[in-house]
């Protein structure tokens, strides 16, 4: 079994003012702009989010410009690791396996699963969200997790914290997860 080291990417900064619209000078009046709220991001399935799903090509994605951070794995050279861009950046974290996902892992409470199922909810929440189609397991690191299977040999794995709540949600082929 390969274990993922989640990768967490925090961004912070400020921008430089934008010159080619510095805003009103002087004393005139501005009108009210409306706020924008950025769009809602898509829920997560057993097959991944977005442009991040099972069978997606590494260098399709990153053509696109929908990768960052992309690593090759030493001990496992059939193995690649990257971060999600856009509005996904520091929350989903994608394996390739031969150049192509096998799995994504979502580490933030921002993306929750078409049931609504989510980080930093207890691992008791999930499986009443799930009912018997979450089955308890052994993460493979010394804690407990809940697999849900879906359609087409994907499923989710949701990987337990110490205090009982879901620290990350692995999303691909049901036997890699």
Known sequence: M????????????CGPPDQANPGPSGGGVS????????APLERLTGRGIGPYVVGADLDALTSAGS?????????CPDFTTADATG????????????KKISWI?????????VDEAMVD?????VKGIYGTK???????????????????????????????TVASIDAGTYDTL
Do not use: H, K, W
């Not at 009108?31 to 950025?38: A, I, K, L, M, W």
């Not at 892992?105 to 699963?113: E, F, K, L, N, Q």
């Open 67 to 75: 990768l960052t951070n992309v690593t090759s794995s030493d001990g």
């Open 31 to 38: 009108s009210p702009t409306t706020p924008t709220t950025p």
């Open 121 to 125: 909810q207890t691992l008791a929440a």
């Open 105 to 113: 892992s979502v580490s933030s409470a921002m993306v929750s699963t």
């Open 134 to 164: 979450a089955n308890l397991l052994d993460d493979g690191q010394g804690g407990q997790a809940l697999g849900v299977r879906e359609g087409a040999g994907t499923g989710l794995l949701f990987r337990g914290a110490a205090d009982a």
């Open 87 to 98: 509005p996904y950046f520091g929350t989903v974290t994608i394996v390739f396996f031969q």
């Open 2 to 13: 390969v274990l993922l080291g989640i990768l967490c990417v925090v961004l912070t900064g």
